[in-house]
């Protein structure tokens, strides 16, 4: 298995997250039987996670524009009631 395999297999998302159980043992399992793969699946993990918090960060970002955008909305229309 690539290190893109990996990254687009859903359970993987869960085992990353550890979001659950059943994940974590599928892929604990797949450790047990691809134990040559223990450094490919470290890799892609760390990748996971620096993809997920990339993301996160971003969509805070977006989630304090959309506040700021309200809030001066808000302000405006008080200004003006």
Not at 15 to 28: G, I, N, T, V
Not at 33 to 47: Q, T
């Amino acid at each position: 298995m690539t290190i893109e395999e990996m990254l687009l297999h859903e359970q993987f998302h869960k085992y990353c997250l550890e979001s659950d159980p059943a994940a974590m043992a599928y892929w604990q399992e797949y450790l047990l039987a691809n134990p040559k793969d223990k450094a490919l699946l470290e890799r892609a993990k760390l990748l996971y996670k620096e993809l997920y918090v990339g993301l996160a960060d971003l969509d805070l970002e977006e989630q304090k524009r959309i506040l700021s955008e309200k809030i001066q909305v808000t302000a405006k229309r008080r200004l003006f009631a």
